[in-house]
């Protein structure tokens, strides 16, 4: 497996405003995923995000409300921009290690006021 | 695209008791199917995970099983303890190199001492 460490752990926000949060792994991984977590619910999938190239967003998910960056091999950030209530969730990086399988950071868990 | 579904979304059982989860998935192309472990306030802990080659796979008291033809997959936790209550996801994806995972819903297990 891997260390994943994801910042800020938690945050508390004002509508309007934008948060990055940051991911880091202890290894060089090449494929790196962005999920939200609704309150009691499932993951979605976010975005793929590749070393060296843009990300892979999902349906229902625009560049322009949820950029992401992927400078190295051990680095990601997602930035949430222009929050609402409606944003509120925990935020998930995940990478993926040998052929399939996928192991997750601790979250960060995001209130937007 | 590929559509998961997961029962019960809630568990209670005696400790000691035997704990049985279930999936269904619609994407016949898929051949990969994580479990997931998610306690209050961590991120999800990949705890086993099956390929279509295999019908069962074992890990101390943890087993799945898969039937391919039914799309069907289910998780069994025997001899349950208080430390295994939390939410359970199932997933699937096509595997074979950094495919969409693509995850249930949930099961809240509550085991009572």
């Known amino acids: 497996s891997a260390v994943i460490s994801q910042k800020p752990s938690r945050d508390i926000c004002q509508r309007g405003t934008s948060l990055t949060i940051q991911c880091q792994v202890d290894?060089?991984?090449?494929?790196m995923f962005w999920y939200r977590q609704q309150p009691g619910q499932s993951l979605t999938l976010i975005a793929t995000?590749?070393?060296?190239?843009?990300?892979?967003?999902e349906s229902g998910f625009v560049i322009d409300k949820f950029p992401i960056s992927r400078p190295n091999l051990t680095f990601s950030t997602l930035t949430v921009s222009n929050m609402s209530p409606e944003d509120s969730s925990i935020y998930l990086c995940?990478?993926?290690?040998?052929?399939?399988?996928?192991?997750f950071g601790p979250g960060t868990r995001l209130t937007v006021l | 695209g590929e559509n998961v579904e997961q029962h019960p979304s809630t568990l209670s059982v005696q400790e000691g008791d035997s704990a049985v989860i279930k999936c269904t998935y619609s994407?016949?192309?898929?051949?990969?199917f994580p479990w997931y472990k998610q306690e209050l306030g961590k991120g999800p802990q990949l705890i086993i995970d099956?390929?279509?080659?295999?019908g069962e796979k074992k890990d101390q008291r943890i087993a799945v099983t898969l039937n391919k033809t039914a799309k069907h997959f289910s998780l069994h936790i025997t001899e349950t303890q208080p430390e295994d209550s939390a939410v359970y996801f199932c997933?699937?994806?096509?595997?074979?190199?950094?495919?969409?995972?693509?995850f249930g819903t949930g099961t809240k297990l509550q085991v009572i001492p």
């Open positions: 995940s990478v993926s290690l040998g052929i399939d399988e996928q192991f």
């Open positions: 290894s060089q991984v090449t494929m």
């Open positions: 995000a590749n070393q060296g190239s843009e990300a892979t967003y």
């Open positions: 994407d016949s192309a898929s051949n990969y």
């Open positions: 099956i390929r279509s080659n295999v």
């Open positions: 997933a699937a994806s096509r595997g074979g190199g950094y495919q969409k995972v693509t």
